[in-house]
């Protein structure tokens, strides 16, 4: 019998008084998939990327889950580059480049930027481009509501990088949200601190922002680290290619292997499949 990897949960909700929506997501089943799919990262580059990865989600959430969402931080820190995909369809895939030339012990670190894509099949991507700004990368996630889409919001992001408990949350008052109920979301916001990452179940989330019980789900997601890469798509990228490129990459044998960056997997592709009559 085969066994489904587990899933992540997103669930968006509006607090029973209307005044505050919300998205709360449980990642920790993301970490045996970026764990698996990057064994050449430490623990702790996995977690700055399962929480890039959260934050996609969470940004993805707040569009009805219809739109492709990509993020990418480029940094002068120990993370040279960072990349989270999060497709409609619930799966997730993301890469971790280290700055070997990085010798503080920053992760992410100006001058360096941070880019938002989002795209969906009726329309032209939106590519939004913003100078990272000191902090973490919810700062990061946070900096570019406030920036590009005008939109005052909270972002919390964790992963524990020895358990690897991970989830997120984004918290956005509406227009008309009272200071004193801006107030008492601020203080639940800072008494996540007492709370172990493994009780931040979404469900726990939404109750704990809401005050209790009572808040409206309005939409919830499954979410599973899952790679888009096949073979057939490697083909038709290498067949693509200028015939001196293809001869380069075959120059040592009939036969290349190619091992995906998102989840790991190697591919042994035959110069014959590319059905290139030049080579």
């Known amino acids: 019998m085969n066994v ?4 992540a949960c997103v669930q968006r909700a509006l607090t029973s008084d209307r005044q505050i929506r919300l998205s709360a997501l449980d990642a920790t089943p993301l970490w045996d998939g970026v764990r698996n799919g990057h064994p050449h990262l430490s623990a702790t580059a996995c977690a700055i990327l399962v929480e890039l990865l959260a934050g996609a989600a969470l940004l993805q959430s707040r569009s009805l889950l219809t739109e492709r969402i990509q993020l990418v931080v480029r ?27 990085c010798n503080t012990g920053n992760w992410i670190e100006s001058p360096g930027n941070f880019q938002v894509m989002r795209s969906n099949p009726t329309g032209q991507p939106y590519i939004g481009n913003l100078e990272l700004v000191e902090g973490s990368i919810s700062t990061q996630i946070e900096h570019y509501l406030q920036q590009s889409e005008q939109i005052q919001a909270c972002v919390v992001l964790w992963c524990d990088c020895q358990s690897g408990e991970a989830g997120g949350l984004v918290v956005e008052p509406l227009p008309d949200c009272p200071p004193e109920r801006i107030k008492l979301m601020l203080n639940a916001l800072d008494g996540l601190e007492i709370t172990q990452p493994f009780e931040r179940t979404p469900d726990f989330l939404v109750n704990w922002i809401n005050q209790g019980n009572g808040a409206e789900l309005l939409s919830s997601l499954q979410l599973e680290y899952r790679c888009r890469c096949s073979k057939q798509s490697l083909v038709n990228t290498l067949s693509a290619m200028p015939v001196s490129e293809q001869e380069d990459i075959f120059s040592e044998g009939g036969s290349v292997e190619v091992r995906c960056e998102y989840c790991g997997i190697s591919y042994l592709i035959a110069r014959e499949e590319l059905g290139n009559i030049n080579l």
């Open 4 to 7: 489904l990897p587990p899933t």
């Open 75 to 101: 940094s002068s820190g120990l993370a040279k580059s960072v990349v989270a995909d999060s497709w409609p369809d619930g799966s997730l895939r993301g890469i971790l480049d280290i700055n070997p030339e």
